[in-house]
């Protein structure tokens, strides 16, 4: 349950009310006219119906800009109504925009969480410590770019999708390059020694198999948790767990020496970034996340076609070297 709040001119007063109606929206009330001419339309909004609420009300307003939509929170509400069909998005389109959106930006908060977390978790793979790894994964921000990626290609959104591929890349490039320079600074009696391929941390992202291609997928379909309007704290931290390790494991191995090993951790980075996009993309299809318009949707389906050919390609690809390089270590 949502209140969606519209700031108007007075002459929308009955479409308004009209479209409360069409809906079946029994609360809904006005304000007294501003100044300026507009006034305050204020409508309680289940989740079912949120998003073709929000549809009318765009097409209705089309490009003006002297009104304002505005969706609040209700923390609760008497009497209860029974629950909406869970099957349903309860994230309108506009809302996931407005949340996704801002993790595809690179700023300071960014690149300094990408650090600090890559500084943490190389400690943790280092001294073999899964609560220091844990810890690292919690302030990771690798989430962002990742889900905008699947979101942005769903809606068909290009300057979203460019964005989101241009704050990824750097974030895992940043993290590469600062694990890569601990590995090569650590000193060389332990970096170059045993202790890295001691530590089970890393060891055990030196491979990956099918346990480890679910967990990625099963980290993408997190995604779940957006569109039900709950935290990204659960979503955030699985999809750290499938990026950030391996990252620092791959850059920590090829900075101590350890090519081989390095190679089987880049490759289970590569199954993760494929698993994570093709889970959270299909779980953003499965939802209803779709653009408003007829021509917008259309354009949608032949990005989202493209792009689902191109990612399901790639796992296969990736699969077939998994399984081909498990029988050649057998």
Partial sequence: MRLIEIVADTGHTDTLAGIADQFEITDYWWGAPAEDGRRSFRMLVSDSTRQPVMDALQK?????ETHRIVVLPVDTYLPREPEDDASVAKATREELYAQIEKGARIDSNFLLLVLLS???????????NVA??????????????????????TLGDGVLMWRSLRTGITGL?????????????WPSDIARGELLIASGEIVARTD????????ALVSGAAVLSLTTGLSTTLVGVMVAVALLPPTATTALLFGAGHIELALGAALLLAVNIVCVIVAAKVVFMLKGVQP???????????????????WAALLLVLLAVVVARHRVLL
Avoid: C, N
């Fill in 208 to 215: 990956v198999g099918i346990d480890g291609m679910t967990l």
């Fill in 118 to 128: 890559t500084i943490v978790a190389a400690i943790g793979l280092v001294e073999d």
């Fill in 60 to 64: 209705l307003f089309g490009g003006s």
């Fill in 132 to 153: 220091v790894v844990i810890g690292a994964m919690v302030i990771a921000p690798l989430l962002g770019p990742i889900l905008a990626l699947a979101f942005s290609s």
């Fill in 292 to 310: 408003r318009t007829w021509y917008e949707r259309t354009k949608a389906r032949q990005s989202t076609l493209l792009s689902g050919l191109f």
């Fill in 173 to 185: 490039a940043l993290a590469f390059l600062t694990a890569l320079l601990i590995g090569l600074a």
